[in-house]
Nanobody, 115 residues
């Protein structure tokens, strides 16, 4: 069993910054991917950024150069630093852990970018 607990999120003005974190607990294997996804009402959940245990990262084109994903393998925690936020970044952000063909999800945290 794996639990993911997210923190961060909230309301920020356009151009501002926000940080998210997600701590995983339970049975965590040595090989896994962690990542962040987001979803707006009426649309499918989309990937924002992923990071392998070794540190290799991928980003959605829409966030490249603005968002940074990182992780702490000792604490099984993944972070997402979001800079230069835009109104279109408004969504519920979900933490993801992928290991041994299973996907685990956090409860989601709302990020709203608005003036």
């Amino acid at each position: 069993q794996v639990q993911l607990v997210e923190s961060g999120g909230g309301l920020v003005q356009p151009g501002g910054s926000l940080g998210l974190s997600c701590a995983a607990s339970g049975t965590i294997y040595s090989i896994n991917d962690m990542g962040w996804y987001r979803q707006v009402p009426g649309k499918q959940r989309e990937v924002v950024a992923t990071i392998l245990r070794g540190g290799y990262t991928t980003y959605a084109d829409s966030v490249k150069g603005r968002f940074t994903i990182s992780r702490d393998n000792v604490k099984n925690t993944v972070f997402l630093q979001m800079n230069s936020l835009k109104p279109e970044d408004t969504a519920v952000y979900y933490c993801n852990l992928h290991q041994r063909a299973y996907n685990y999800w956090g409860q989601g945290t709302q990020v709203t970018v608005s003036s």
